[in-house]
């Protein structure tokens, strides 16, 4: 798929992203557009904020970019697709895939990590911001994030699960160790934990909640 600066107006695209498309592709060089990937690429690269408003307007595709080993960017990762590491994902900004994100390592991003559907980590997840995913949550080990973490159904981590803001999960969340956040939790369905469960605002579970340790909410706010 081609974009041009005719359908970038017709999305609605702001005056400063549209400004700065025309300077990346003037229209004597690219008079039918510039590829969908190559436009992401271009925007994770010099980290133009519209990237992610690209992806919500012109959606994922069915393209899948498959890794043998690490898959390591200084700045940021944007793929309208599905993106499948075998070693690490790892990004100096963040990662964002309109399909899942899968890496057989850990998946490290210094701002936020979202994908359209699954995320699943043979080892950690850990962002410098927010963790979000239309689907499930996954990791082998522990899951971190600096803001929220929201999924579209469950969230489970082989170790911890903290975050620095709420968690909210469609499914279940279940952590070897322990959930602690610094706002609340809720939980379509229950909420496990082989350590202590502590938020700072409330918890609420469809099903049951079960810690091997205590189970803290603030002051304030209830366990539902």
């Known amino acids: 798929m081609k974009i041009t600066k005719e359908l970038l107006k017709e999305?609605?695209?702001c005056a400063d992203g549209y400004r700065d498309?025309?300077?990346?592709y003037p229209v004597d060089k690219y008079?039918?557009?510039?590829?969908?990937?190559?436009?992401?690429d271009c925007c994770a690269e010099k980290n133009f904020s519209y990237g992610s408003w690209l992806l919500g307007k012109f959606g994922k595709t069915d393209e899948v970019r498959k890794i043998g080993g690490d898959l390591i960017a200084e700045k940021g990762i944007i793929f309208a697709g599905q993106l499948e590491a075998k070693g690490c994902i790892k990004a100096g900004w963040g990662i964002e895939a309109g399909d899942g994100i899968e890496a057989g390592d850990g998946i490290e991003a210094g701002d936020g990590i979202e994908a359209g559907e699954g995320i699943k980590a043979g080892h950690g997840i850990n962002a410098g911001y927010g963790i979000k995913a239309g689907w499930g949550i996954e990791a082998g080990w522990g899951i971190n994030a600096g803001y929220g973490i929201n999924a579209g159904d469950g969230i489970k981590a082989g170790w911890g699960i903290e975050a620095g803001w709420g968690i909210r999960a469609s499914g279940g969340i279940?952590?070897?160790?322990?959930?602690e956040v610094g706002g609340g939790i809720k939980a379509y369905y229950g909420i496990k934990a082989g350590d202590g469960i502590k938020a700072r605002y409330g918890i609420e579970a469809g099903?049951?909640?079960e810690a091997g340790d205590g189970i803290e909410a603030g002051c304030e706010y209830g366990i539902y």
Request: aromatic share 12%; net charge negative.
């Open 31 to 40: 008079p039918d557009g510039v590829e969908y990937q190559e436009l992401l």
């Open 11 to 13: 999305k609605g695209a």
């Open 207 to 209: 099903w049951g909640i």
């Open 174 to 179: 279940n952590a070897g160790n322990g959930i």
């Open 21 to 24: 498309f025309l300077k990346e």
